[in-house]
C-alpha cells in the first residue's frame, strides 16, 4: 500500500473514530436522559416536516393543471401544521410515538415469530425467535405502562441505536485500521 493510500486511510480511520465517540456519548446521554432526547426527536421531526411542508408548496406549480397544485399545496400546509404542532408540543406527540412503537413491535415480534416457524429447519433460526419474543416482551412493558412510558420509550430507544452504531462503527474503524497496518 502506497504511503498516500495509508495516510487517506489513517485519516479516514481517524474521523470516523471520533464520530464513533461522539455517538456512543451521545447514546450514553439520551439514555440517561430519556425525556430530553425524546423531546429532541419530536422538534427534529417537527422541523423536517415543516421543511417538507415548504418544499411541497414552493414546488406545488410544477403540476401544472389546477388539480395537482391545489392537492401539494393542501398536502405542503398539512405536512406544516403537523409539524408545527410537534414543535408546540412535543410531550403530547410523545406519548403518540410511544404507542406507535408499541404497536409496531407487536408487529414486528408476531412476523418475526413466524418466519422463525417457516425457517426452523435453518441452523441459527432459533434467534429469529428470539427476536420475535425480545420484540413482544418490549411491546408489553411499553404497552402496559402507557401513557408513563412515554417519558422514557422514545428518547432511550433513540439512545440504545445511537451506543450501539457508535460502537458498531468503532469497531469496523478499528479493524479497517488493523487490516491496513
Not at 399545496?73 to 410531550?91: E, K, T
Not at 432459533?126 to 413482544?136: E, I, R, T
Not at 469497531?171 to 479497517?176: I, K, P, Q, R
Request: proline letters at 3%; charged letters at 10%.
Amino acid at each position: 500500500m502506497t504511503d498516500s493510500i495509508a495516510a487517506d486511510l489513517h485519516r479516514a480511520t481517524t474521523w470516523s473514530i471520533v464520530f464513533s465517540v461522539l455517538m456512543i456519548m451521545a447514546g450514553i446521554a439520551a439514555i440517561g436522559l430519556p425525556l430530553v432526547a425524546g423531546v429532541t426527536v419530536a422538534v427534529i421531526l417537527g422541523w423536517l416536516l415543516i421543511f417538507c411542508g415548504l418544499l411541497h408548496v414552493a414546488f406545488a406549480w410544477q403540476g401544472g393543471k389546477t388539480g395537482p397544485v391545489i392537492w401539494e399545496v393542501l398536502l405542503g400546509l398539512l405536512y406544516g401544521a403537523i409539524g408545527f404542532y410537534l414543535l408546540v408540543r412535543p410531550v403530547a406527540v410523545l406519548v403518540s410515538l410511544t404507542l406507535a412503537v408499541a404497536a409496531y413491535l407487536v408487529i414486528k415480534g408476531v412476523l418475526e415469530f413466524v418466519r422463525s416457524l417457516r425457517l426452523r429447519h435453518v441452523p441459527g433460526s432459533g434467534w429469529v425467535m428470539v427476536d420475535g419474543v425480545v420484540s413482544l416482551v418490549l411491546a408489553i412493558m411499553i404497552w402496559s405502562t402507557w401513557p408513563s412510558s412515554a417519558i422514557w420509550v422514545v428518547g432511550t430507544l433513540v439512545g440504545v441505536s445511537m451506543f450501539v452504531s457508535g460502537v458498531t462503527r468503532l469497531m469496523l474503524s478499528l479493524a479497517a485500521r488493523r487490516i491496513a497496518a
